[in-house]
Structures are given as C-alpha cells and as structure tokens.
C-alpha cells in the first residue's frame, strides 16, 4: 500500500536577495515512471529563465521521498524557502 499523500510529491522552493543580485528557483517533483521505477527530477536556476533539469531513478517511491527530503533539508539550510500554494 503507498501512503504517497501524507508527504510532498511536489516542491518548490526559491531564494532571493536584492543585495546579492540572487533570484534563483529549485523545484523538486517524484513520478513514477512506465517500467515501475520512481524518478526525483530537479529543476533549478534563475528565476524568469529555463533552468537545469536533471532526473535520477529510485527503485522505490521511499527512496525517492528519502532523496527529496535530504536535498530540500539542503537548499533551507542555503537560504531558499517554499512557495506558498495558491
């Protein structure tokens, strides 16, 4: 049975500082691919432009909420924040 509700599928996070000129986005998304794998894509860079992407597999759903959990723990912890929802 996957609790896959009870925690984010889905972040975005930013980090701004006028002073430093820094305007920059990391958005985090888990998705299950066709041959049953769970895939973190990572999209970051700044804001108003096309970031980087990159995809990373995960044999199991936990391992990727695992993997997107650490790297969100990372970007707080380097002054980026999340959005609030609309």
Known sequence: MQQLDLFPTDL???CIDPIENRRRFYSL???KTLFGEWVLVREWG???RSGRLRSD???T??????ALSELARKKRRR???ALEAA
């Open 61 to 66: 759903a936990g391992k990727a909420l695992d």
């Open 57 to 59: 597999l995960y044999p």
């Open 46 to 48: 700044r804001i108003g």
């Open 12 to 14: 975005h996070l930013r």
């Open 79 to 81: 002054g980026y924040y």
């Open 29 to 31: 998304s888990i998705q």
